[in-house]
């Protein structure tokens, strides 16, 4: 079975870090590029940032840029996301999302993990 | 690349035909994708490439447009349908997906 499952979300104060994980199974990792994609309580979808297949290209939503940083280890089918100075708007669930492409994009979202909860607030 | 949808909400009943736009700030060409997301539920492709339904989603979803304007177009909704509609474009980054249409019952 085809499963992202994501860790790592917890309640930190303004200013903080925190690095989210994301293991895959059931189908070969180091072949498709990887998403994080979160989501605002009561609020829609906003991507965060993409990594493709090799680790060789990463792009990121203004929202984040030079706060987060997406990276991905292919020997533990493993994805991540470094998130510092975060602020009470990152709050959300943040999703692991698989790509059908190799790059990331001319292509889908095709598999989603269950999320995993952050919460920035003093 | 800003994505907006229009509209926001809107109240329909079971059957009836329900058509949500979604439209680019520039060209996204037809690299344009359909996400349904249930409460308390990961989003799920229905359409990717502007037309083509994924495997498994009903035939009454379908997905037209190229450019800048696309359309989602349920023909004879069902009361599984009922859910929040986000456009999304993989052309340039930022990847950005659309603000949503909720639909729910009339």
């Known amino acids: 079975e085809v499963q992202l499952v994501e860790s790592g979300g917890a309640v930190v104060q303004p200013g903080g870090s925190l690095r989210l994980s994301c293991v895959a199974s059931?189908?070969?990792?180091?072949?498709?590029?990887m998403h994080w994609v979160r989501q605002a309580p009561g609020e829609g979808l906003e991507w965060v940032s993409l990594?493709?297949?090799?680790?060789?290209?990463?792009y990121s939503a203004d929202s984040v840029k030079g706060r987060f940083t997406i990276s991905r280890d292919n020997s533990k089918n493993s994805l991540y996301l470094q998130m510092n100075s975060l602020r009470p708007e990152d709050t959300g669930l943040y999703y692991c999302?698989?790509?059908?492409?190799?790059?990331?994009?001319?292509?889908?979202?095709?598999?989603w993990g269950k999320g995993t909860t952050v919460t920035v607030s003093s | 690349i800003q994505m907006t949808q229009s509209p926001s909400s809107l109240s329909a009943s079971v059957g009836d035909r329900v058509t949500i736009s979604c439209r680019a700030s520039?060209?996204?060409?037809?690299?344009l994708n359909w996400y349904q997301q249930k409460p308390g539920r990961v989003p799920k492709v229905l359409i990717f490439?502007?037309?083509t339904l994924q495997n498994g989603v009903p035939p009454r979803f379908s997905g037209s447009g190229s450019g800048t304007d696309f359309t989602l177009t349920i023909s004879g909704l069902q009361p599984e349908d009922f859910a929040t509609y986000y456009c999304?474009?993989?052309?340039?980054?930022?990847?950005?997906f659309g603000p949503g249409t909720k639909v729910d019952v009339k």
């Open positions: 999302v698989k790509d059908l492409d190799s790059r990331g994009y001319y292509s889908y979202m095709d598999v």
């Open positions: 059931g189908f070969k990792f180091e072949n498709y590029g």
């Open positions: 990594i493709s297949w090799d680790g060789g290209s990463t």
């Open positions: 520039r060209s996204v060409t037809t690299n």
């Open positions: 490439g502007a037309s």
């Open positions: 999304h474009q993989s052309y340039s980054s930022p990847f950005s």
